[in-house]
């Protein structure tokens, strides 16, 4: 059963940064899709990175391109999310997101839409001010 608890949300002024970390259970192998998504008040939920564990290149959207960069430390089994140079827009309820890809590569694009992630945390607010 995969669990997975977000931590490192907060407040910050604009220009600043956070780490969110994603600690995860019951992911026992690389096969997996897990990634960071978004949602701001009023706003449909968006992916903003995800990577597939076995390697490969991740996904970034636009919105954050260069200024967020996602992580995964296989010896604790936590996925990273590290945020600089933040702005009022990146205000959002963020979610760490895992799902199985069994038969995957890292030459693929690691999964991005919302309905291909059957396992969520339970949210950590950022607010940018």
């Known amino acids: 059963h995969v669990q997975l608890v977000e931590s490192g949300g907060g407040a910050v002024q604009a220009g600043g940064s956070l780490r969110l970390s994603c600690a995860t259970s019951?992911?026992?192998?690389?096969?997996?899709?897990m990634g960071w998504f978004r949602q701001a008040p009023r706003l449909p939920r968006e992916a903003i990175a995800t990577?597939?564990?076995?390697?490969?290149?991740?996904f970034y959207a636009d919105a954050i391109q260069g200024r967020f960069s996602i992580s995964h430390d296989t010896s604790t089994n936590t996925l990273y999310l590290q945020m600089n140079n933040l702005k009022p827009d990146d205000s959002a309820i963020y979610y760490c997101?895992?799902?199985?890809?069994?038969?995957?590569?890292?030459?693929?694009?690691?999964?991005?839409?919302?309905?291909?992630?059957?396992?969520w945390g339970q949210g950590t607010q950022v607010t940018v001010s």
């Open positions: 997101v895992a799902e199985p890809a069994p038969g995957y590569t890292e030459y693929g694009s690691p999964f991005r839409h919302e309905s291909e992630y059957s396992y």
């Open positions: 990577l597939y564990l076995g390697g490969g290149r991740p």
């Open positions: 019951g992911i026992a192998d690389r096969d997996y899709c």
